[in-house]
T-cell receptor, first 112, second 109 residues
Framework: DTGVSQDPRHKITKRGQNVTFRCDPI?????LYWYRQTLGQGPEFLTY????????KSRLLSDRFSAERPKGSFSTLEIQRTEQGDSAMYLC??????????FGQGTRLTVV | QKEVEQNSGPLSVPEGAIASLNCTYS??????FFWYRQYSGKSPELIMS????GDKEDGRFTAQLNKASQYVSLLIRDSQPSDSATYLC?????????FGTGTSLTVIP
């Protein structure tokens, strides 16, 4: 399967802990996006990469969030000192430029 | 003003009917438009893309785009219970995908 892959699918963590999620995009896609989605809401943009360059980051994203895409391949999203409000589905998507984006299955984070 | 607005619904239609989903967007320079389907607890799945004014048909789905009115719609013909899901409208403006909050559709057998 050459779709977008995210790991882990589910993560339960205690408040204050750090968590890291991984996304492997479709291999020929140069753009990679991270979104967060809570119940009843549409996906909320967090950040996006074109190849290895992080070109935009949401103003809503606190300094506890950081993302990387070394070598323009997979990407990681780290959340430091997690809070209960960070509980959400974290979605990764990739695209070949400004065309269709395809989503991974998401990582559901629960902060207890 | 939100970039993309959708009626959250819920929208209920009987099986076999046409479901009509609507979306408006705020930025006139937006060039690319998409409809995603999202089942509860799952990630969004692309079902249609449209880039130019007019209609685009794919099976039971028809996307309609009117750039002058900044309006995108999705018609689902012969609706099936398996079409019951949340439908997300997405627009590319600049380098970002903006999503609406989604319209919940229920197809009643």
């Amino acid at each position: 399967d050459t779709g977008v892959s995210q790991d882990p699918r589910h993560k339960i963590t205690k408040r204050g802990q750090n968590v890291t999620f991984r996304c492997d995009p479709i291999s020929e896609h140069n753009r990679l996006y991270w979104y967060r989605q809570t119940l009843g809401q549409g996906p909320e943009f967090l950040t996006y990469f074109q190849n290895e360059a992080q070109l935009e980051k949401s103003r809503l994203l606190s300094d506890r969030f950081s993302a990387e895409r070394p070598k323009g391949s997979f990407s990681t999203l780290e959340i430091q000192r997690t809070e209960q409000g960070d509980s959400a589905m974290y979605l990764c998507a990739s695209s070949a430029g400004t065309v269709e984006a395809f989503f991974g299955q998401g990582t559901r984070l629960t902060v207890v | 003003q939100k970039e993309v607005e959708q009626n959250s619904g819920p929208l209920s239609v009987p099986e076999g009917a046409i479901a009509s989903l609507n979306c408006t967007y705020s930025d006139r320079v937006s060039q690319s438009f998409f409809w995603y389907r999202q089942y509860s607890g799952k990630s969004p799945e692309l079902i249609m893309s449209i880039y130019s004014n007019g209609d685009k048909e794919d099976g039971r789905f028809t996307a309609q785009l009117n750039k002058a009115s900044q309006y995108v719609s999705l018609l689902i013909r012969d609706s099936q219970p398996s079409d019951s899901a949340t439908y997300l409208c997405a627009v590319i403006t600049g380098n970002q995908f903006y999503f609406g909050t989604g319209t919940s559709l229920t197809v009643i057998p």
